[in-house]
């Protein structure tokens, strides 16, 4: 059990705020992929102009992203030589949209256990954050994915999703929530990585490559807490910070490869409508 007490939480509130900032930008290069992937997709699904592209913005909005909603040129679309939306397109944003719901629907349930709900506050605001990151990542996805004359995918990735069915029961501490978690980004942040080499167009490059980061980032806080927790050293989460109490692996547990591997990324027709 993580005590108020034992946690000096400016770190995770640092974090947090990088966090939000590296969402921000990744968010402001989505909307320009997208609005660009809309035109090459052709005129006859003007979404971008209304309401979908706005709600995109709202969400962005919704985590305190300002930088996000400002205001930017408008993007000029650099699309497909043919503005071609294939068939794996589409799936590959749908099993996108299905990973970024499942992580909703796991931080949701995570901020309803008591000991996150009536434990730290700061430790809540995080994944209260992070769940909203994600809500908004699953509805860019399904921007382009209706943009491209897909459907949106509203469910759950299947074969995630049945590892989370049977590990919900056994979570009893914050550790096995992290636990959870980390493997939910890891697998977005390979899958995404492994689509910018899978889709059709630059638009769509740009869209994969401005979340996968993010979720990356997630994993890498994710993998820091982990190893404090499993060192029973909670109380080390703190700035200014003695390096001489650290655990040996502190240094690279947040990020031990020099290039994301997508060897767990989940194929293109996992989480697609059917």
Excluded: C
Excluded at 119 to 126: D, E, L, S
Excluded at 206 to 228: G, I, N, T, Y
Excluded at 249 to 264: E, M, Q, R
């Amino acid at each position: 059990m993580m005590a108020d007490e034992r946690i000096d939480t400016r770190l995770l509130d640092e974090l947090t705020e990088q966090s939000q900032d590296l969402n921000s930008d990744a968010m402001r290069i989505t909307r320009g992929a997208l609005s660009g992937f809309a035109e090459a997709a052709g005129p006859s699904r003007p979404w971008w102009r209304g309401g979908a592209l706005a709600a995109l913005v709202g969400g962005a909005g919704l985590l305190g992203t300002a930088r996000a909603a400002a205001d930017s040129p408008s993007p000029s679309p650099s699309g497909s030589a043919s503005g071609t939306v294939t068939a794996d397109d589409i799936r590959a944003l749908q099993t996108a949209a299905a990973l970024e719901n499942l992580a909703v629907s796991v931080y949701q349930t995570a901020a309803g256990l008591p000991f996150i709900k009536d434990g730290n506050k700061t430790v809540a605001a995080f994944i209260a954050k992070t769940t909203e990151q994600h809500q908004a990542h699953a509805q860019a996805f399904n921007a382009a994915a209706t943009a491209g004359g897909g459907k949106a995918q509203t469910g759950p990735d299947p074969k995630y999703k049945a590892v989370v069915d049977q590990t919900l029961p056994t979570i009893k501490t914050p550790a096995d929530v992290v636990k959870l978690a980390i493997t939910l980004e890891d697998v977005a942040a390979q899958t995404y990585t492994k689509n910018v080499g899978q889709v059709s167009s630059a638009d769509l490059r740009k869209l994969f490559a401005s979340v996968a980061p993010v979720e990356a980032q997630h994993r890498a806080v994710l993998l820091a807490v982990q190893a404090l927790l499993a060192g029973n050293a909670a109380d080390l989460i703190t700035i200014p910070v003695d390096p001489a109490k650290l655990p040996a692996a502190a240094g690279s547990v947040g990020f031990p490869d020099a290039f994301y591997k997508t060897d767990n990324a989940s194929p293109i027709t996992e989480g697609a409508v059917q």
